[in-house]
């Protein structure tokens, strides 16, 4: 075993929908094994090729690197009809999975019950703004000792036991449980699903680790962002899995000695949909030409995002609980012909004083205001660079105040969605990476 490991985990920063899935996509190449470890099908990864993009819920964001073996972990969630749905894309399109997929034997499924509790729920009192994919009551059945692993699946005389106590479960807490399909409306769908995905399913820690002792490089990537997570986020406003860098290791069954690099990902802005704090929110035209040159819509469920500055707290904290090695900033053309871009340095507090720290109680974040650092634009646009130097001094200072406000380096900039338009800075954590 090598002292450094190959390996390397490409994780959120902000509130997800930072452009992950381009960066794995560009790594992939460099990899043999990419994992997916946490969330379901609230993830969208956008991959864009030759102008052509390509949207992945479930299905690793190496999918398209024919030489890449892609793992879904035992920390993810799976709707299967969505992910046959996704194989059937990628299938059309040419990219055959069929002999470099393993689903982990320890996953759990999302079934139509988890799906109405979510979305009956969000129509009540509590509004999350959650993708209503079902993830909430997934993890949470999971947690509570009613889930449903894909182990189960291999098991048919027993699955119906698997189910049930979550399905009554559900019909209890439902306004209206007679809108649900009957267990054995579930089951025969299920199975149905489940048939041609059988012999996908196995043991992905068992995989991994073989794979690490042969030194195959793994390639980790993230869904979500660690704004999201259960844990560290901005809780009660997040999604239910553990995306930060904890979640990698219960949702592979690696030990984090498997790691090696850590990559951060994070726009050159900041967005976020859903309801909860965001306090460089802007409501104004500036928020609006973020939201219309960043094509800011989800990929998932093609809401509008929020879109702000630039937050150094929050990004700064999302370096520090992952430990990141560097940062990948994205979309930095958008800020292209911006006169002024604004980074959020910190936060008034009712009192006046600065902090930075994130409060862990959902309403303290209400009293606190964006303090705002406005910086020269550039007048040079940054679209489709592939070098530092031709980069306008104007953004390099922007590049570095970003840097600096994390106290993290910068690894790579994306000057644009297709995989040409960006580059890796020399002596960072990714040189000759890509
Ligand atoms: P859930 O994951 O569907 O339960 O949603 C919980 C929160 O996470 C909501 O604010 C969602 O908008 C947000 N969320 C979940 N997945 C993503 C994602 O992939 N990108 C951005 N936001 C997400």
Sequence with gaps: MTHRSPNLAVLGLQWGDEGKGKLV??????????????????????????????ALHQVPSGALHQGCFLVVGSGVLLNLGVFRQELDRLAQRGIDLSDRLLLSDKAHLILPHHIALDQGREGGAIKIGTTGRGIGPAYEFKAARMGVRLADLLHPDTLADRIRPGYEEVRLRLNNPSALPSLEAVMKELMDQAAPLLPFIGDSQGHLMEA??????????????????????????????????????????????????????????????????????????????????????????????????????????????????????????????????????????????????????????????????????????????????????????????????????????????????????PGSCLEGRL
């Design 212 to 425: 690490w002792g042969r030194q195959e490089p793994i390639l980790f990537e993230g869904a979500q962002a660690t704004l999201l997570d259960l844990d560290h986020g901005t809780y009660p406003f997040v999604t239910s899995s553990s995306c930060s860098i904890g979640g990698l290791f219960t949702g592979t069954g690696m030990p984090p000695k498997a790691l090696g690099t850590v990559v951060g990902v994070a726009k050159a802005y900041t967005t976020r949909v859903g309801a909860g704090p965001m306090p460089s929110e802007l409501f104004d035209a500036t928020g609006e030409r973020l939201r219309e040159a960043g094509r800011e819509f989800g990929t998932t469920t093609g809401r509008p995002r929020r879109c702000g500055w630039f937050d150094a707290p929050i990004t700064a904290h999302a370096c520090r609980t992952n430990g990141v090695d560097g940062l990948a900033i994205m979309k930095l053309d958008v800020l292209d012909g911006f006169d002024q871009v604004g980074v959020v340095v910190g936060y008034r507090d009712g009192e006046g004083g600065l902090v930075k720290r994130l409060p862990a109680c959902a309403s303290d974040w209400d009293h606190l205001r964006p303090e705002v650092r406005m910086l020269k634009g550039w007048s040079r646009p940054t679209r489709g660079l592939q070098r530092l130097e031709d980069l306008a001094p104007e953004a390099r200072a922007y590049m570095d105040v970003l840097s600096e406000c994390c106290s993290t380096p910068i690894a790579y900039l994306s000057t644009g969605p297709d995989r040409a338009e960006g580059f890796t800075l």
């Design 25 to 54: 996509d560009l790594l992939a190449a460099g990899f043999r094994h990419v994992v997916r470890f946490q969330g379901g099908n609230n993830a969208g990864h956008t991959v864009v090729v030759a102008g052509q993009s390509i």
